[in-house]
């Protein structure tokens, strides 16, 4: 099945345009995942140039220090401070679909205070947003998939989905295979990140570089959660624009 229309590639990879223009694919804009660039006119200039050039966009909000379920009450005021500023700049770019993290770290945050808290966090924040807009939660240091299923599950609004990254989900934080990730998360899936590793470090290799038997779980997301995007998360594009191309998931 042709997905040309339900992926991105992150900026992250240096030939990110060259890659979506070949093959007709959306961008995920990382430029933002820094904070401080939310201020900068010349990011700003150049993440709007380089939107602009493709028809579907993602940005991806800024999470260093950010957590929404922070216990110091300061801290959580300037996740949502940036998170806002991230959502006008979403729009800006014509981008009606933002990432962020969750902001969750093992043994800093105790799961129920995390959901609990996050949960309140994220209905005030869509207290005002449009319809269409869809806010797509990823997994970075959880363990397991359960956590955050629960916390989009309790929020109950179709704006907040998941995002599952493959490649968190791998890592050595993770103590849940991959499989089992798609198989709790797929019914709330909304976006997904697709790269490789070798269950170790969070390497953003390509799809065939790594230990994630990648052609089984994208069949597997294609069947259970085929309503979900994806964005090519690797530090280059091009081999795994290939590696999708040959597998015709992707076309020219």
């Known amino acids: 099945m ?35 660039n939310l201020e900068d006119p010349a990011v700003i200039r150049q993440a709007a140039g380089q939107m602009a050039a ?41 981008a009606s679909r933002m990432v962020v993290h969750s902001g969750y770290i093992p043994l800093v945050y105790f799961p129920q205070w995390f959901v609990e808290q996050s949960v309140q966090f994220w209905k005030d924040f869509l207290r005002d947003k449009p319809a269409d807009c869809r806010i797509l939660l990823e997994n970075v240091l959880e363990p397991e998939p359960d956590m955050d299923l629960e916390l989009v599950r309790r929020v109950n609004d179709p704006r907040l989905k998941l995002c599952l990254d493959l490649g968190h989900a791998n890592s050595q934080v993770s103590e849940t295979p991959v499989e089992a990730w798609v198989r709790r998360w797929a019914p ?26 990648m052609e089984h779980i994208l069949d ?33």
């Open 54 to 94: 493709v028809g579907h966009r993602v940005l991806h909000a800024p999470f260093n220090e950010l957590c929404p379920a922070a216990i110091d009450p300061e801290v959580r005021c300037i996740t949502r401070m940036r998170y806002e500023q991230a959502w006008a700049m979403a729009q800006r770019l014509g």
């Open 188 to 213: 709330c899936l909304g976006h997904v990140h697709l790269h490789n590793n070798g269950g170790g470090w969070d390497t953003h290799s390509g799809l065939a570089e790594g230990t994630i038997p």
């Open 220 to 252: 597997l997301l294609g069947r259970l959660a085929p309503q979900a995007t994806w964005t090519l998360e690797t530090t280059k594009a091009g081999p795994s624009c290939k590696w999708l191309e040959e597998r015709g998931l992707i076309g020219r």
């Open 2 to 36: 042709n997905r040309n229309s339900q992926i991105y590639i992150a900026t992250i990879a240096p030939d990110c345009g060259e890659m979506a223009e070949k093959y007709g694919l959306g961008l995920e804009c990382d430029a933002f995942c820094t904070a401080a």
